[in-house]
Antibody, heavy 117, light 111 residues
């Protein structure tokens, strides 16, 4: 059974940093592109970033370029999202998901990041 | 990378069919086969319903179908059931930067 479990969310002050983790199991993690998708409270889904199987390619939505960094550890089956210079509008549930041809097959349960003073 | 346009709400009675639209541009929806649809219940993660415009993953009922015409994709839910009441999102290749873009979401109410 495919499982994706996010962790690392919490309350952080504006300008602060946080690292989200996503533990993958039940599939060959190193074979998949992986993405982060976020959802602000009461709002829609927003694709944030993606990384290829070997971590040699990264892509980001314009709104987060330079502040968020996606990475992965295939030996440990973990996906990460480093969030820096956080702003109030980064407040959201962050989901990790497998991606193939711009479709998101499997999703984690999400991790809430709240940016507030 | 502007969000795709979906109606905020849709509704239908049990047994009826309802279609939800997703409008983009010739750069994203209109120019790509990579259109997908997701169902999301409150407080839960999204679930893939349709990919590549009209393909269903294993386990998704054939009551859910997808289509596309020009810059607009559509999800049709036939034989509405009470548990179809949820939020529905479309997604597409954004047309550049290997990026994806989602629609704003449609809340489906079963009357």
């Amino acid at each position: 059974e495919v499982q994706l479990v996010e962790s690392g969310g919490g309350l952080v002050q504006p300008g602060g940093s946080l690292r989200l983790s996503c533990a993958a199991s039940g599939f060959i993690f190193s074979n998949y592109w992986m993405s982060w998708v976020r959802q602000a409270p009461g709002k829609g889904l927003e694709w944030v970033a993606k990384i290829n199987q070997r971590a040699s390619e990264e892509y980001y939505v314009d709104a987060v370029k330079g502040r968020l960094t996606i990475s992965r550890d295939n030996a440990k089956n973990f996906l990460y999202l480093q969030l820096n210079s956080l702003r109030a509008d980064d407040t959201a549930v962050y989901y990790c998901a497998t991606e193939a041809s711009f479709r998101f097959d499997f999703w984690g349960q999400g991790s809430l990041v709240t940016v507030s003073s | 990378q502007s969000a795709l346009t979906q109606p905020p709400s849709a509704s239908g009675s049990p047994g009826q069919s309802v279609a939800i639209s997703c409008t983009g541009t010739s750069s994203d929806v209109g120019g790509s086969i990579y259109v997908s649809w997701y169902q999301q219940y409150p407080g839960k993660a999204p679930k893939l319903l349709i990919y590549e415009v009209n393909k269903r993953p294993s386990g998704v009922p054939d009551r859910f179908s997808g289509s596309k015409s020009g810059n607009t994709a559509s999800l049709t839910v036939s034989g509405l059931q009470a548990d179809d009441e949820a939020d529905y999102y479309c997604a597409s290749y954004a047309g550049s930067n290997n990026a994806a873009v989602f629609g704003g979401g449609t809340k489906l109410t079963v009357l």
